[in-house]
């Protein structure tokens, strides 16, 4: 997904960015393999020079100056430094070839190592060697750049986290940071005399003599220029989160976040210039290289997405720390201070009385300041796990109905079509909180997230992205109703089955009942009715006898007797729906019998063996519809039936070579069949793919 | 007698046919079904209209309708329904019309007794089938007022019930038409129903008090 949504940045096109980021971007769609080989080869190089500067680090200037501010734990702070701009910088790159971002974080950590190493050749070569040959022309190297690599921070600003401006309007940023970094570069260059320490012993071969005043105008430019290009992309990261939503905010608040606390902790050490001018030098050097290492660390977490979820708690807990920090060290000081200033300088009573105040205020405060972080910085977070937690706390007492979670997830989420859909395992279906399955999962832009439990689907919650820009909330919302969920789906799974059982048995009494209305139709349209028409005739045949017309009677008396014979063949046919009589002699004398009735070729296997009478008119009946489907619906020639024990249960089966296709309609023979099995507890399964005909099995529970 | 046959067994039709024919009435009509059941008649202005409550098309209650709408257009001319089995409700219902009939179908084997029951209501009396009144009077097992009466005033207000006039049941239980006038007066007594005369508002009362626990009569 995340190179999906890059390569999509890339195919919009680089507008409103310079022509050198366009050369990297050609680079990059020239081929991805090429591009990650680069940035490899890049970091290679960083790595390269980075180990070569320690290598000069570790054998030193061989004397001690305040001014050398990159030796020791400085410089190897700022080596640090230069190496995680550089690894993020390839691991962005060689991930997401096509985003500038990576190329220009490998730049940057690029330049600061040949910064630093040319640095420590020129401190090395000038003070503790002479071994080391060009350590001056190192020296006028290092002046050159070493002012324009502060620009590249402001680079960094005004592209992340996507590698391009905002927009258009911010293209006099890029500028103004590309114009102060070249000024600084050419001052740099032309700045005449010897340069500061603790390279005083060089003096500048390209320098312009007498342009001492015009040059340090241009260099005063050139730092404008270059800090107004970083305020400008911290501008423009703020602009950015504004408009920011999801993953992108996300990115943007974590870089936001460490950046402010980088920039508080470098404020508060440069603040200490102030206070002690000399002494720790390099220990405050190495704090400065280290919070800024920070910065580029969380930059490339964040692009990288990696655990990002997690950030957001990361972040709240920074927050809630620094402020304990501060607000306990300030009424530490204060207590000091003040009892202090009441029992005397230097009493122990103040500082143990501080120190308890401290302890006392520990927990109490921490609590509160969460909760102020979270209200203040996670409002929405704050409230919806707090809704859940309530609810489930109901359910528990149970003062709210589990499937009352979905209401509670569309109030807390604010999204008004949120939908939940739970996943039935054993039908693989997913249906509402009503039971309705959903059959296809409509496409319409919502997002679907899956809900686990245990390894376990449970459903799906359908919702619209637009509505809610925290995707952490989203997920932690719902892993927080999952328990709800869970209890949910088992309720519906359960009303799902009771429903079924009730249509089933209210099926059978319907089906019963018909069978019954037939019968007693047949009976009385058919039967009873020759019966009286027979009487009615006899009654006449009497008459007629009384009335001297013999005759006429014998001929009356013949209607009746016809009327008597066909009446003996109806009733005969009305026996037909009911169990057959062959059924006395077995299941399978039964099948045979009906298979000869049947207008196909049926192979019939069948065992001798006896059933329980009910399942073996179960089996009878099942025989006789999936014959009577094979002949009538699937146009089989020929038809294999088989019945007999397997496991304990009685299984019947019907397949045939005709059409296939057939599917349990409501109230069709084959959905019948299904309740009439479902009846005796046993299964129904037909196999019938189009054009393969159909295979039609059931499983009748028989005993032992 | 002019009769109006409506039955849709050909054979059921012309053995009723020729059992009216054989008692000296008149066959002027017999159709198939109810259609055309109002034009004949229109047509034959008979005595009495005979059908089976059960015809095509859906063979349900087509008769028991095609009844309904003869006697909404002609309240005098005499109907009996024949059917293929008890039905209360319906039954009290039509016959509490007055000059109406409801019988089984079998009843037609009892030719004497057939015969008089269609010209009782074809002359505006009213025909109950006895076994729809032994159901009305069994579904009434609980009533004090019935368990009352003696087996002879039960029997009387059965076929009272059934639509037969004094001199009918005098007739059917071997008896003097003045026993029988006693016997009558017993029974309404007892019952607490109007000693009326003899007739269909009797018929009435005495229905009204049988179907009491079932539907009221409308």
């Known amino acids: 997904m995340d190179e999906h949504a890059s390569a999509q940045a890339a195919a919009r096109g680089d507008r409103g960015d310079s022509a050198a980021w366009a050369q990297v971007g050609r680079v990059a769609r020239g081929g991805q393999l090429t591009a990650r080989r680069i940035a490899a080869l890049i970091w290679g190089l960083c790595l390269v020079i980075a180990l070569a500067a320690l290598a000069l680090l570790a054998i030193g200037p061989g004397r001690v100056l305040p001014s050398d501010v990159f030796s020791g734990v400085g410089g190897m702070s700022f080596l640090v430094l230069a190496m995680t701009f550089a690894s993020v910088g390839v691991l962005v790159a060689r991930r997401v070839p096509e985003s500038r971002i990576g190329w220009i974080f490998l730049l940057t950590g690029l330049a600061n190592c040949v910064q630093l190493l040319t640095w420590q050749y020129a401190d090395v070569g000038l003070h503790a060697t002479d071994l080391l040959p060009g350590a001056s022309a190192a020296a006028v190297f290092n002046s050159v750049i070493s002012e324009a690599t502060a620009g590249l921070l402001g680079l960094s600003l005004l592209l992340f986290p996507d590698g391009r401006l905002p927009s258009r309007r911010w293209r006099p940023a890029l500028a103004s940071l590309f114009v102060g970094m070249a000024l600084l570069v050419l001052t740099g260059t032309i700045r005449p005399g010897r340069y500061a320490e603790p390279f005083a012993q060089v003096s500048n071969p390209f320098g312009v003599s007498g342009a001492r005043g015009v040059i340090d105008g241009v260099d005063f430019a050139g730092w404008l220029f270059v800090i107004a290009g970083i305020g400008l992309g911290a501008a423009a990261m703020v602009v950015r989160l504004r408009r920011a939503r999801g993953i992108e905010r996300q990115q943007l608040e974590l870089v936001l976040v460490v950046g402010s606390v980088a920039a508080t902790v470098a404020a508060l050490v440069m603040a200490t210039w102030l206070v002690w001018p000399t002494g720790h030098l390099q220990m405050r050097i190495a704090l400065l290289g280290l919070c800024f290492a920070s910065v580029p660390l969380a930059a490339g977490v964040g692009i990288l997405r990696y655990r990002l979820y997690e950030i957001d708690l990361v972040v709240n807990r920074t927050l809630v720390y620094v402020a304990l920090t501060v607000i306990l060290a300030a009424a530490f000081a204060v207590t000091v201070v003040l009892l202090g200033t009441l029992l005397g300088r230097g009493s122990g009573w103040a500082t143990a009385a501080a120190t308890l105040v401290v302890a006392v205020a520990f927990r109490p405060l921490r609590a509160r300041l969460q909760d102020v972080v979270d209200r203040r910085f996670n409002r929405a977070r704050y409230d919806a796990l707090r809704r859940v937690a309530n609810f489930l706390e109901d359910l528990r007492a149970g003062r709210a109905t589990p499937e009352e979670v979905e209401p509670v997830l569309r109030e807390v989420l604010s999204d008004p079509r949120l939908e939940l859909l739970f996943f039935l395992p054993e039908s693989e279906l997913y249906v509402d909180a009503r039971g309705v399955p959903v059959s296809d999962i409509p496409d319409d832009g919502r997002e679907r997230i899956p809900v686990e439990r245990g390894g376990q689907p449970l459903g799906v919650v359908l919702h619209d992205p637009a509505t809610q820009d925290n995707p952490i909330l989203l997920r932690r919302v719902v892993e927080a109703g999952g328990l709800a969920i869970e209890i949910a789906r088992l309720h519906v799974a359960l009303r799902r089955q009771l429903a079924e059982v009730e249509a089933s048995r209210a099926r059978i009494v319907a089906a019963g009942n018909e069978e019954r209305r037939r019968l007693e139709r047949d009976l009385h349209d058919g039967a009873q009715q020759r019966l009286v028409s027979i009487g009615l005739a006899l009654r006449h045949a009497q008459h007629e006898l009384s009335t001297s017309s013999p005759e006429r009677a014998r001929h009356t008396l013949d209607g009746a007797l016809a009327e008597v014979a066909l009446s003996i063949d109806e009733l005969r046919e009305l026996a037909h729906g009911l169990p057959p009589a062959q059924l006395d002699a077995g299941l399978g004398p039964a099948l045979r019998e009906l298979a000869r009735r049947v207008p196909a070729r049926v192979e019939v296997k069948a065992p001798g063996e006896r059933f329980d009478r009910g399942v073996e008119t179960a089996a009878y009946f099942i025989a006789c519809e999936g014959l009577t489907n094979a002949v009538k619906h699937a146009d089989a020639t020929r038809i294999v039936l088989s019945a007999g024990r397997e496991n304990g249960k009685l299984v019947v089966s019907v397949s045939d070579d005709g059409a296939g296709g057939a599917t349990p309609t409501p109230g069709s023979g084959l959905s019948g069949l299904a309740d009439r099995v479902a009846a005796y507890g046993g299964s129904l399964r037909i196999e019938s793919d189009r054009g393969a005909g159909t295979t039609l099995v059931a499983e009748l529970p028989c005993g032992s | ?218």
């Open chain 2, 1 to 218: 007698m002019r009769v109006v046959i409506a039955e849709d067994q050909v054979l059921l039709r012309e053995g009723l046919g020729r059992l009216f024919e054989d008692a000296g009435d008149e066959v002027v009509a017999s159709l198939g079904s109810a259609d055309g059941l109002l034009a004949a008649i229109a047509e034959h202005d008979p005595d009495l209209v005979v059908l089976d409550i059960r015809m095509p098309p859906t063979f349900t209650d087509e008769g028991a309708r095609a009844a309904r709408e003869v006697k909404q257009a002609h309240p005098e001319l005499g109907v009996l329904v024949l059917s293929q089995h008890i039905e209360t409700t319906h039954a009290v219902e039509l016959v509490a019309l007055g000059g109406f009939g409801y019988l089984l179908k079998d009843r037609v084997l009892a030719v004497g007794e057939f015969l008089a029951s269609a010209e009782r209501v074809a002359e505006g009396g009213s025909a109950l089938d006895p076994k729809v009144v032994a159901s009305l009077v069994s579904a009434r097992g609980e009533d004090h007022q019935l368990a009352e009466l003696t087996e002879r005033e039960c029997e009387v207000l059965q076929l009272m019930a059934e639509g037969l006039t004094n001199a009918g049941i005098a007739k059917r239980l071997y008896l003097s038409e003045r026993t029988i006038e006693a016997h009558v007066r017993h029974v309404l007594t007892k019952l607490d129903l109007p000693v009326s005369e003899d007739g269909h508002r009797r018929v009435l009362a005495v229905l009204a008090h049988l179907s009491a626990t079932q539907e009221p009569l409308r």
